[in-house]
C-alpha cells in the first residue's frame, strides 16, 4: 500500500513537470502575464502599422500577425523553432522562403528592417505563449483559405473574394473611449497602408512626398467616412498645422508618463453637451525613425536633406524607439 501511494505521488509529479513544460502560464495568471509581457507593447508598436488587427481586408498592407502565428506554428512546433524562424525572416525577407506565399503575392514581400534580435525574440515568445487579437473577418478567411487548399473550398478565387469584400463594423454602437480608438486606428492603417505602399515602391525619399502631398487628405477622407474630426498633433510638429494647443501639451505628457511607466495607455475621453473628444498616443518604432529619429544615426543624410526642403520649419526629428511622437485627437458627436 505504502509503494502505491508513493508510485501515484510521482506519477502525479511528473504529471505536473510535464504540464508545466508545454505551459508556464496557469489559467490563472495567464491574462496578467499576457499584458505585462514586453513583446506585446512591442508587437503593437512595430508590427501593427502594418499588421494590424483593426484593419479591413481592403484596408491591410500585410497580413494580421494572428496569421503569422497560424503559418508557423503547428502541434509539432517548439518555441524555440518558432523564434528562430521569425529571427530567420526578419533577418533575409525573401520570396523563396516565405511560408505564406498568398501574402507575398498580395503585398509583395516586406521590406527588411532593422530590428535588434530582443525584440523580435519578445515579440515571438508573446506570439507563441499568448492568444493574441484579431480581425473579426479573420476566421472564416483562414477556414475558407485552408478549405481551398484541401480541395473542400467552394470553388472561387480567394483573392477575388478578398477584392469584393467589405467587413462592416458599426463602430457607434462601442463604448467613447473604443469609438474614439477605432477611428484613430482605422485612419492609421490607411496612411501606413499608402505609406508602407510609397517605400516599398519608390523608397523613403519618395514616401516623404507622400506624406507632403497625401497625409492630410487621407486624414480628412477618413474624418468624413466616421463622420469625425479627426488629428494628429505634437509638440515637435513637422508641419505647423499640427502645433499641438495647451490643452494637447499637457495629454502628450501625460502619456509619456504613461509609456515611461511601461504602462498599458488607455484612450482619453473628455464629455462635453453634444460631443465627445477622444486623445491616444502616436508612438514611434523602427520605421518612423527613418524619418523621425536621429540625424545621422537612424536619418541618413539625404532623407535629412529632403526634410529640410519639405518641410523648413520642422521639428519632428530627435525621437528614439516607443517614444511617444504626439497624440491623435478624435472629436464626434454623442
Same mark, same amino acid.
Given at each position: 500500500?505504502?509503494?502505491?501511494?508513493?508510485?501515484?505521488?510521482? @506519477?502525479?509529479?511528473?504529471?505536473?513537470?510535464?504540464?508545466?513544460?508545454?505551459? %508556464?502560464?496557469?489559467?490563472?495568471?495567464?491574462? @496578467?502575464?499576457?499584458?505585462?509581457? *514586453?513583446?506585446?507593447?512591442?508587437?503593437?508598436?512595430?508590427?501593427?502599422?502594418?499588421?494590424?488587427?483593426?484593419?479591413?481586408?481592403?484596408?491591410?498592407?500585410?497580413?494580421?500577425?494572428?496569421?503569422?502565428?497560424?503559418?508557423?506554428?503547428?502541434?509539432?512546433?517548439?518555441?524555440?523553432?518558432? @523564434?528562430?524562424?521569425?529571427?530567420?525572416?526578419?533577418?533575409? %525577407? =525573401?520570396?523563396?522562403?516565405?511560408?505564406?506565399?498568398?501574402?507575398? $503575392?498580395?503585398?509583395?514581400?516586406?521590406?527588411?528592417?532593422?530590428?535588434?534580435?530582443?525584440?523580435?525574440?519578445?515579440?515571438?515568445?508573446?506570439?507563441?505563449?499568448?492568444?493574441?487579437?484579431? %480581425?473579426?473577418?479573420?476566421? &472564416?478567411?483562414?477556414?475558407?483559405?485552408?478549405?481551398?487548399?484541401?480541395? !473542400?473550398?467552394?470553388?472561387?478565387?480567394?483573392?477575388?473574394?478578398? =477584392?469584393?469584400?467589405?467587413?462592416? @463594423? =458599426?463602430?457607434?454602437?462601442?463604448?467613447?473611449?473604443?469609438?474614439?480608438?477605432?477611428?484613430?486606428?482605422? #485612419?492609421?492603417?490607411?496612411?501606413?497602408?499608402?505609406?508602407?505602399? #510609397?517605400?516599398?515602391?519608390?523608397?523613403?525619399?519618395?514616401?516623404?512626398?507622400?506624406?507632403?502631398?497625401?497625409?492630410?487628405?487621407? !486624414?480628412?477622407?477618413?474624418?468624413?467616412?466616421?463622420?469625425?474630426?479627426?488629428?494628429?498633433?505634437?509638440?515637435? *510638429?513637422?508641419?505647423? +498645422?499640427?502645433? &499641438?494647443?495647451?490643452?494637447?501639451? $499637457?495629454?502628450?505628457?501625460?502619456?509619456?508618463?504613461?509609456?515611461?511607466? =511601461?504602462?498599458? *495607455?488607455?484612450?482619453?475621453?473628455?464629455?462635453?453637451? +453634444?460631443?465627445?473628444?477622444?486623445?491616444? *498616443?502616436?508612438? #514611434?518604432?523602427?520605421?518612423?525613425?527613418?524619418?523621425?529619429?536621429? %540625424?545621422?544615426?537612424?536619418?541618413?543624410?539625404?532623407?535629412? !536633406?529632403?526634410?529640410? #526642403?519639405?518641410?523648413?520649419?520642422?521639428?519632428?526629428?530627435?525621437?528614439?524607439?516607443?517614444?511617444?511622437?504626439?497624440?491623435?485627437?478624435?472629436?464626434?458627436?454623442?
Amino acid at each position: 500500500m505504502k509503494n502505491s501511494l508513493l508510485l501515484l505521488v510521482l @506519477v502525479v509529479f511528473l504529471v505536473s513537470c510535464n504540464s508545466n513544460k508545454k505551459d %508556464p502560464y496557469s489559467a490563472a495568471n495567464k491574462e @496578467v502575464a499576457a499584458k505585462e509581457h *514586453p513583446g506585446k507593447k512591442l508587437m503593437e508598436t512595430n508590427c501593427n502599422i502594418c499588421h494590424s488587427p483593426a484593419a479591413t481586408q481592403q484596408n491591410r498592407i500585410g497580413p494580421p500577425m494572428i496569421a503569422i502565428k497560424r503559418h508557423y506554428i503547428d502541434s509539432g512546433t517548439t518555441k524555440e523553432e518558432f @523564434v528562430s524562424a521569425i529571427q530567420a525572416w526578419i533577418k533575409n %525577407p =525573401n520570396a523563396k522562403d516565405a511560408k505564406m506565399f498568398g501574402a507575398v $503575392k498580395r503585398f509583395g514581400v516586406m521590406p527588411k528592417q532593422a530590428y535588434p534580435e530582443k525584440t523580435i525574440e519578445q515579440i515571438s515568445e508573446y506570439l507563441y505563449d499568448f492568444e493574441i487579437e484579431q %480581425p473579426d473577418w479573420f476566421e &472564416a478567411h483562414y477556414n475558407e483559405e485552408m478549405g481551398n487548399r484541401k480541395g !473542400t473550398g467552394n470553388g472561387k478565387a480567394m483573392q477575388n473574394k478578398e =477584392n469584393k469584400q467589405q467587413v462592416e @463594423v =458599426n463602430f457607434e454602437d462601442l463604448p467613447y473611449g473604443e469609438r474614439g480608438l477605432k477611428y484613430a486606428l482605422t #485612419t492609421k492603417v490607411v496612411l501606413g497602408k499608402n505609406l508602407m505602399g #510609397t517605400i516599398q515602391q519608390k523608397g523613403v525619399l519618395e514616401a516623404l512626398k507622400f506624406c507632403n502631398v497625401q497625409a492630410y487628405p487621407l !486624414t480628412d477622407s477618413m474624418a468624413v467616412v466616421h463622420d469625425a474630426k479627426i488629428k494628429r498633433v505634437s509638440e515637435q *510638429p513637422r508641419n505647423p +498645422n499640427n502645433k &499641438a494647443n495647451r490643452e494637447e501639451l $499637457k495629454y502628450i505628457e501625460d502619456f509619456k508618463q504613461t509609456i515611461a511607466n =511601461n504602462e498599458e *495607455p488607455k484612450p482619453l475621453v473628455k464629455e462635453f453637451d +453634444n460631443n465627445v473628444k477622444v486623445y491616444y *498616443p502616436i508612438t #514611434t518604432n523602427t520605421m518612423c525613425l527613418q524619418c523621425h529619429g536621429k %540625424p545621422n544615426e537612424t536619418i541618413d543624410k539625404l532623407t535629412l !536633406t529632403k526634410i529640410k #526642403t519639405l518641410y523648413p520649419m520642422d521639428k519632428a526629428i530627435g525621437y528614439g524607439e516607443n517614444e511617444v511622437r504626439g497624440i491623435w485627437s478624435i472629436s464626434f458627436d454623442k
